[in-house]
């Protein structure tokens, strides 16, 4: 429950810092996350340990 709370608090932090910034600059970050998360991905499928 704790970790939930966490969470809700860390996205709650996070979309009121986007909420301050011009589109541009949320698209361009989520952007390079989402390029990291699919590099992560395929590393992980690459070396075998994908659930």
Known sequence: MILIVGALAVLGFLIGAAAHLPPS????????IGCWLIAF????????RWW
Request: charged share 25%; net charge positive; hydrophobic share 55%.
């Open 25 to 32: 600059v949320s698209l361009i970050a989520g952007a390079v």
């Open 41 to 48: 991905a395929v590393r992980e499928r690459r070396w075998g």
